[in-house]
């Protein structure tokens, strides 16, 4: 890759927003089918305001899983294309 092959922070943060959005109700299901108690406290202590399972705490989820993305591509990116140009 050269050096004016930049990332993009938009297309990255709607990406690994969808991503852990995916990966979130995948959790949560889950959760509800095999009834682990593990998947509910690690819910829990990575999504704020998060209790196993009501509609509005769902919601919240999702929520905070797209946030979530969104900060990885906020911070990653320009991290990125700041060393990828000083490395070519």
């Known amino acids: 890759?050269?050096?004016?092959?930049?990332?993009?922070?938009v297309?990255?943060?709607l990406s690994l927003g969808s991503f852990l959005v995916i990966t979130y109700v995948l959790c949560v299901?889950?959760?509800?089918?095999v009834s682990d108690r593990g998947m509910h406290?690690?819910?829990?202590?990575?999504?704020?305001?998060?209790?196993?399972?009501?509609?509005p705490?769902?919601?919240?989820?999702?929520?905070w899983s797209f946030v979530?993305?969104?900060y990885v591509a906020v911070?990653?990116?320009?991290?990125y294309n700041f060393f990828n140009a000083r490395t070519e």
């Open 1 to 9: 890759m050269n050096a004016t092959a930049r990332l993009a922070i």
């Open 11 to 13: 297309p990255m943060g």
């Open 29 to 33: 299901l889950f959760g509800i089918l």
């Open 41 to 55: 406290q690690l819910l829990a202590q990575l999504l704020p305001g998060f209790t196993w399972i009501t509609w």
């Open 57 to 63: 705490s769902f919601f919240l989820g999702l929520f």
């Open 68 to 70: 979530y993305g969104w």
């Open 75 to 79: 911070v990653f990116a320009p991290l």
